[in-house]
């Protein structure tokens, strides 16, 4: 696999073109050569090239999708903060009623202890009531 972040067709190389010395002797050997040898040269030129145009097609490819995926991320990006911001108003609504819940507790407890005195004083005056009843 290519890396993404090398220039598009940059697997052209100095050993992909014949050397001067080569291009003489095949371009010799065409001059000279038979139409059979003519046609191989061709056919072997065009597999070359259309593996070289393959080549840079598959990069242009690769290349398109890490820059859709990379505008994807930032749109996943903006969702989430959106999400954060929601969450942190929820976590904020969540502390204040904790906050009114508590109130609402210490003033039960206040109640409770009111309640039980009033138990307490009813049972005495009861027992106080019995007593005068005798």
Do not use: W
């Not at 697997?11 to 001067?20: H, L, M």
């Not at 609504?93 to 307490?120: C, F, G, P, W």
């Amino acid at each position: 696999e290519t890396s993404l972040f090398l220039p598009l067709c940059l697997s052209f190389g100095p050993g992909d073109s014949p050397s001067p010395v080569r291009r003489r002797s095949l371009v010799e050997r065409m001059a000279t050569g038979t139409p059979d040898s003519q046609a191989r040269f061709g056919q072997s030129v065009k597999g070359l090239l259309t593996e070289k145009v393959t080549t840079c097609g598959t990069d242009v490819i690769a290349l398109t999708k890490q820059v859709l995926k990379g505008s994807r991320s930032s749109e996943l990006l903006g969702q989430a903060a959106r999400n954060m911001v929601l969450q942190e108003d929820a976590i904020l609504h969540s502390e204040d009623s904790l906050r009114k819940m508590a109130i609402i507790t210490t003033h039960l407890q206040y109640q409770q202890e009111a309640i039980q005195k009033n138990v307490e004083q009813s049972s005495d005056l009861q027992d106080q009531l019995n007593h005068l009843l005798k």
